[in-house]
């Protein structure tokens, strides 16, 4: 007979029976579960709720119970439903009555509101940790490539010189901000929801604080309604998972453009690029598709969590046993992928001449021409069609800027003299940009400075 059985005449449907049953996929919050059980069963000891032994018996048989799992020695029920109730049913089998006092004063609503946010709070330092290491191999490129000149783009198009390093800060940038949305998130996640009973706490004189204390939270819900149907945890995790993949996949996009024969600015290392199986030349950079690719599927799993829970009354109703699927899938996704992304960045190859080469064409330092001119007390927009015409008129000579004459300068204009070959050469272009967050190598260090001081608050 089922735990909850006793008002029952029927066996449930063995296709319902399995419909229902979430173990196949709850099953790996066996921990977090089994550390929850132990703490509540510590409180009723305390709290006088069972006696001392009761308690004692409780705590140890779980202990072994978590081991026993761990070394392979048990295998879980579909017809115990859940994890909840797997736990349940193996510790009432070991100790009879006394495992069926575990569960007085909780609901399987509050005890997996506390499984789900343990489980997300465990995963979050997994995450946070590749998240580490990929903002360190960030800021190790940009220092090494501080000098490494290249073309920075609008729409696709060569725009302004920056440097490798600063367009790797601007991805560190973003990293930045993923790491700190994320901690936000855990500050935001840690209260802890035992107590809240199904939906509306309970008679015993439970101490919530005791087990948010064993449990390590830092606070308790404050609404038993809330306490078990609260979700936002989730749909939160899956948003920030969402921004980091946008982030992955950007950077993804670029690393296959640059990775074409077109651009060759990088070229992917042999251990992480792929072949085709018909084109014998082919060298694919599969690993930033799928990563790209990816993607996809965590944005999806944000929307599964939103949709499954915007219409839900208070407060716990079964939908809500849809959230795990969804949000172990995009947890999974990033573990995953930042790993394997930090990897294949680390080893691919830079090929500075080539970013170089790339920054020279394509009129990059047009805007150091025009603002040469406006040193030299020009209107900025006159300044603007003055460069203009020598843009069109170089494309028609096929020339640069700098290979003009000084002839062909002052034809453009007359204020302009020797000067000008300095200030538009591509160094300066980038070197003089020395404002905060723009790209001379003054800034960039500064820039990776502040960076540093911050891992070091990580
Ligand atoms: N497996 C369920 C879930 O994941 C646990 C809670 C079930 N509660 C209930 N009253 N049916 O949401």
Partial sequence: MKLWGGRFSKNTDSEVN??????????????????????????????????????????????????????????????????HMNIETLLIQRIGD????????????????????????????????????????????????IDTIMPGYTHLQ???????????????????????????????????????????????PFDRLYVADRLGFNSITLNSLDGVSDRDHIMELASVLSIMMVHLSRFCEELIIWNSNEFQFVEMDDACSTGSSIMPQKKNPDVAELIRGKSGRVFGDLMSILTTMKGLP??????????????????????????VFTKMIRTMKVNKEVMEKGAKGGFTNATDAADYLVKKGMPFRTAHEVVGKMVAYALDNGKSLDEFTMEEFKACSDIIEEDIYH?????????????????AKEAVEYSIGIGKEWFKTL
């Avoid at 609503?109 to 903002?135: G, T």
């Avoid at 538009?424 to 790209?439: A, E, H």
Wanted: charge should be negative; aromatic fraction near 6%.
């Fill in 18 to 83: 399995d419909f229902n049953s979430s173990i196949r996929f709850d099953g790996r919050m066996y921990a977090q579960d089994i550390r929850g059980s132990i703490a509540h069963a510590e409180m009723l000891g305390k709290c006088g709720v069972i006696s001392a032994e009761d308690s004692a018996l409780l705590v140890k048989t779980l202990g072994e119970l978590l081991d026993d799992i761990e070394n392979g020695k048990v295998e879980f029920m579909t017809d115990a439903e859940d994890i």
């Fill in 98 to 145: 006394v495992g069926r006092r575990l569960h007085t004063g909780r609901s399987r609503n509050d005890q997996v509101a506390l499984d789900i946010k343990m489980y997300l709070l465990d995963e979050e330092k997994e995450l946070s940790a590749y998240l580490r290491d990929l903002l360190s191999c960030l800021l190790d490129m940009a220092e090494e490539h």
């Fill in 158 to 204: 060569k725009a302004q010189p920056i440097t490798f390093a600063h367009h790797l800060m601007a991805y560190f940038e973003m990293f930045k901000r993923d790491a700190l949305r994320l901690a936000d998130w855990k500050e935001r996640t840690n209260t802890m929801p035992l107590g809240s009973g199904a939906l509306a706490g309970t008679t015993y």
């Fill in 314 to 339: 208070l407060a716990y109703n079964k939908d809500m046993q849809e959230d795990k699927e969804c949000i172990f899938d995009a947890v999974d996704t990033l573990k995953l992928c930042i790993p």
């Fill in 423 to 439: 200030a538009i050469d591509l160094k300066t272009c980038v070197n003089d940009r020395k404002i905060i967050g723009g790209p």
